[in-house]
């Protein structure tokens, strides 16, 4: 019987990109490039809407279990962060109050909620130390667990996170990784970064069949829950579930309010108590079991592997793509061009494309999170444009490149043959 409940919930709006692709103008500033390949006026709209329906009411909710004594850890991408900060700052105080109650731990979540583990995975362990000394300069409480994009967990990253200095990690508890273990435990490898890993089936309870009157467990009721929490074989349950489930995913009148306001009391009526991801650790650490992590990367998305963002060959593509335009920033040798290939790397461009050929229920989840202002474009017409983002990009760096690529072919045939005496 599982003794504790650790509930992890992640915010985060992406930055859309601008289509139809839009043509950079010859010498652009990275300022002006920006502007072109995203779309501001969608992301705000987007914004708004979820601010109403979710990030509002869901964090208050939030806020009232805590101080009753309900456990918290919620990360947020540094998209959603910098959208909250220029669009709703009475919202970021809100959620900077929440983070400050006592029940509450901050996770430290990949900033641009990017694949750059795949392209650098040293510019990722840079990026996962300075995002968490910004949140901590944000949000003034200690950062000690990381959360990679879409819950992404390989051999290379779990070094990488303990390099970065975390105590601990997040995972999905997907039967190909876990083979014979449960996700009820707590598991290290060789190293002392922890990891916390999701129970799929009981995450997916609530992100997303709650609302679904086709379910057979539908409707879910905070005792049932419970009930299937408390009777977990393990010592604790870990469950993620992005913000949006409280309001946007699941309307306010599915009940999802009257259901998180009730569980906290039914899962004391059955002895689970709530903990936070570092007070997990701290609990179980010494009882902590080893898990062989895979060569491949482990999610929560779709079927629990990187099939759902490479599994057609239009994501092959845009993965590219991304990587072609990293290259080519890099190759400029300007930070700020870097910095927006890095946010062309983001997993929503892929998330978004998985649609593509398909028609079962992952591809409908895909279709639905597509700003529906593209989808005048037509399917083909989509795929075509945001190709046509990153071939810009990549064009729209030769000026830089050129300089950069004969400044230091100039540097080389100037110094001395046969190196530095």
Not at 21 to 39: H, K, T, V
Request: contains cysteine; hydrophobic residues 45%.
């Amino acid at each position: 019987m599982a003794e504790s409940l650790v509930v992890y919930t992640i915010v985060h709006q992406p930055h859309r990109l601008k289509l139809p692709a839009q043509p950079i103008p010859e010498g652009a500033s990275p300022e002006d490039i920006a502007r072109c390949l995203f779309d501001r006026a969608m992301d705000q709209r987007y914004f708004q809407r979820v601010a109403d329906r979710c990030y509002r009411p869901a964090c208050a909710a939030f806020q009232r279990l805590v101080r009753r004594g309900f456990r918290l850890c919620i990360g947020f991408s540094g998209s959603a962060l910098e959208q909250m900060a220029a669009w709703d700052p009475p919202l970021l105080e809100a959620f900077r109050a929440l983070v400050r109650e006592p029940g509450v731990e901050l996770i430290g979540v990949e900033p641009e909620h990017s694949f750059l583990f795949y392209l650098d995975i040293r510019r990722f362990v840079r990026e996962m130390r300075a995002q968490r000394a910004r949140l901590e300069r944000e949000f003034g409480v200690p950062v000690r667990v990381s959360d990679t994009t879409e819950m992404c967990m390989s051999n290379d990253l779990y070094f990488a996170l303990a390099e970065a200095g975390f105590d601990g990690g997040l995972m999905d508890g997907r039967p190909w990784v876990m083979d014979w273990r449960r996700s009820t435990h707590l598991y290290r490898h060789l190293l002392d970064l922890h990891l916390l890993c999701r129970h799929t089936d009981l995450s997916d309870d609530v992100g997303y069949r709650f609302s679904d009157r086709s379910w057979s467990g539908f409707p879910l009721m905070a005792p049932r829950y419970a009930e299937w929490i408390a009777a977990a074989v393990g010592d604790l349950v870990f469950v993620g579930w992005d913000f949006e489930t409280f309001g946007e995913h699941h309307w306010a009148d599915s009940g999802i309010f009257q259901f998180l306001d009730a569980l906290p009391g039914e899962l004391a009526r059955r002895g689970v108590g709530c903990l936070t991801a570092s007070e997990a650790i701290a609990r179980y650490r010494q009882r902590a079991h080893e898990l062989p992590l895979p060569a491949f990367s482990s999610t929560w998305a779709g079927d629990g592997g990187m099939g759902f963002f490479l599994g057609n060959p239009v994501q092959q593509a845009l993965f590219q793509l991304m990587h072609h335009a990293y290259n080519k920033a890099l190759l400029t040798g300007d930070p700020r061009l870097e910095a927006l290939a890095v946010q062309l790397t983001q997993s929503d461009v892929l998330h978004l494309t998985q649609w593509f050929g398909r028609s079962d229920d992952q591809a409908q989840v895909s279709a639905y999170f597509t700003p529906r202002e593209w989808w005048a474009l037509g399917p083909g017409g989509i795929v075509w444009e945001l190709q046509q983002v990153y071939k810009n990009f990549i064009r729209a760096c030769d000026g830089e490149a050129e300089v950069a690529v004969r400044a230091h072919r100039a540097e080389s045939e100037a110094a001395p043959a046969g190196g530095d005496q």
